[in-house]
C-alpha cells in the first residue's frame, strides 16, 4: 500500500533512509565486517580477473557508473560500464578473467538477461545486484547481492537506485579488504559512513518545501539541463531521466566542461541549469561554468555540497545537501532531484506513478 502517501513514488523516496539501512546493516557482523553470503567469489578468483564489466539499462546502468567509480578508487580493478542494449550486440572483449556485474531492480530486463547469457557463453563469471529474489538474473547468476530495497512499485526508480548504491559500495569495500588495497582504518571509517547515510536522506526529506518552490520554476520550463563533473555528472544522468520520464520536460545532463563544445549555444533567457556541486576538487571548475550558463541568461540552480565556498555568488536557488566523503555523495545529491521530478510531474497534474508509455519491467527487447 501507499502508506498514508499520495504516490508509490513519495512513498519510495521516504522509504530510502530505511532501504539504505536494511542493505547494509543486516549483513555487518559482530566485528562490524561486511559478510556477503551469496558471494562465492574468493581471494583466488578476484587475484585472476583482469577486468569487472558492468551492464545494465536506465536507471540502474547509471548505478553502474558510479559502481565503476568506487572499484576502481576502493579496489584497484579496472571497469568497463555498459548500456546491456549496446553491450550484447558488440562482441565485447570477456573471457574467463571478467567479472560480469549484471544490475537489475526487477531481475527480468530482457536486455540485462541477454547480456548476462552472452558474457556466460564467453566465460565470464557472473554477479548480479537485484531486488527481486529468485528472478531470471538472479537465477542465472554464479553470485548473488540482494538489495534490500522491498518492493518498487512506481514505475520511475527511486529507492531501488540508491540501494544499488550502496551495493556497490559494500562490493568495492568488499573486495578492497580482500585485495588488501585498504587499510582496516579507511574500511571500518567507510562502514560507518555509509551507515550514517539514512538519518542524512532525511534531513535532505524534511527540505522538501525548498524544493518544491524550485520545482515551479520547472513546470515554466520548455527545457532543462543538468551539469555535473566526475560523480556529479553520473548524477546529473540520472537526474535528467528521472525529471523527463515523469515529468515530460526536456531535460538533458551534460559533463559540465562539455558545453563549450555546443550544447551552451541551447541557453538562452530564463533557462533553467541545475549545476550538480558535491565533488571538492571539481568545485571551482563547477563554479566557472556555472558563471558561463549564467552570463547567456540561465536561471542556476545549484544542489551543492553544504559549505561549498562562493556558491552563493553564482547561484540563483540553492539546494544543500549534507557533507560526507565525496565518494559517497551521489546517495545525497540524488534525492533532491528526485523530489524535483515528483513535484514537476504532480504540480503538471500528470499521473506520478504510471507516466506514459512507460512499463515498470521491460521483458521485451
Ligand atoms: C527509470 C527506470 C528504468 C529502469 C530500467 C532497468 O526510472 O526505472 O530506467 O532502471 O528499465 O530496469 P531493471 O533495473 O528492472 O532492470
Known amino acids: 500500500s501507499k502508506n498514508g502517501y499520495s504516490h508509490f513514488m513519495m512513498k519510495e523516496i521516504y522509504d530510502q533512509p530505511t532501504a539504505i539501512r536494511e542493505t547494509l546493516c543486516r549483513r555487518l557482523d559482530e566485528k562490524r565486517h561486511i559478510q556477503l553470503d551469496d558471494i562465492k567469489l574468493q581471494k583466488e578468483d578476484l587475484d585472476e580477473l583482469n577486468k569487472i564489466y558492468i551492464v545494465a539499462c536506465g536507471t540502474a546502468y547509471h548505478a553502474g557508473l558510479v559502481g565503476k567509480y568506487a572499484i576502481e578508487k576502493l579496489a584497484r580493478i579496472p571497469v568497463e560500464v555498459d548500456i546491456a542494449s549496446e553491450f550484447r550486440y558488440s562482441d565485447p572483449f570477456v573471457d574467463d578473467k571478467t567479472l560480469l556485474i549484471v544490475v537489475s531492480q526487477s531481475g527480468e530486463t530482457a536486455d540485462t538477461l541477454a547480456a548476462l547469457k552472452e558474457a556466460k557463453r564467453k566465460g565470464a563469471r557472473v554477479l548480479a545486484i537485484t531486488n527481486v529474489v529468485g528472478s531470471s538474473v538472479a537465477r542465472e547468476a554464479d553470485d548473488l547481492f540482494y538489495t534490500w530495497a522491498g518492493p518498487e512499485i512506481a514505475v520511475a526508480s527511486t529507492k531501488a537506485y540508491t540501494a544499488q548504491l550502496v551495493a556497490f559500495y559494500m562490493l568495492a569495500l568488499h573486495f578492497a579488504n580482500t585485495k588488501g588495497t585498504i587499510t582496516d582504518q579507511e574500511y571500518v571509517a567507510y562502514v560507518d559512513a555509509i551507515e550514517g547515510l539514512g538519518n542524512k536522506v532525511e534531513e535532505i526529506l524534511s527540505q522538501k518545501e525548498t524544493i518544491e518552490a524550485v520545482a515551479k520554476i520547472l513546470v515554466e520550463a520548455t527545457s532543462a539541463f543538468y551539469l555535473g563533473r566526475g560523480l556529479d555528472y553520473t ?47 571539481l568545485a571551482e571548475k563547477m563554479i566557472s561554468n556555472m558563471k558561463e550558463v549564467k552570463a547567456r541568461g540561465a536561471y542556476v540552480i545549484a544542489i551543492a555540497k553544504e559549505g561549498t565556498p562562493h ?27 528526485q523530489l524535483l521530478a515528483y513535484y514537476t510531474s504532480t504540480l503538471k497534474g500528470l499521473d506520478v506513478d504510471k507516466p506514459r508509455n512507460l512499463a515498470k519491467s521491460v521483458t521485451v527487447e
Do not use: N, W
Open 235 to 281: 548524477t546529473a544522468m540520472e537526474a535528467a531521466l528521472k525529471l523527463k520520464e515523469i515529468s515530460y520536460l526536456h531535460t538533458e545532463a551534460f559533463a559540465a566542461g562539455e558545453l563549450k563544445h555546443g550544447t551552451i549555444a541551447l541557453i538562452e533567457e530564463g533557462t533553467p541549469v541545475l549545476a550538480i556541486v558535491t565533488q571538492e576538487r
Open 311 to 337: 556558491i552563493g555568488h553564482v547561484a540563483d536557488k540553492i539546494i544543500e545537501v549534507p557533507a560526507v566523503c565525496d565518494i559517497l555523495m551521489p546517495i545525497l545529491s540524488v534525492i533532491p532531484t
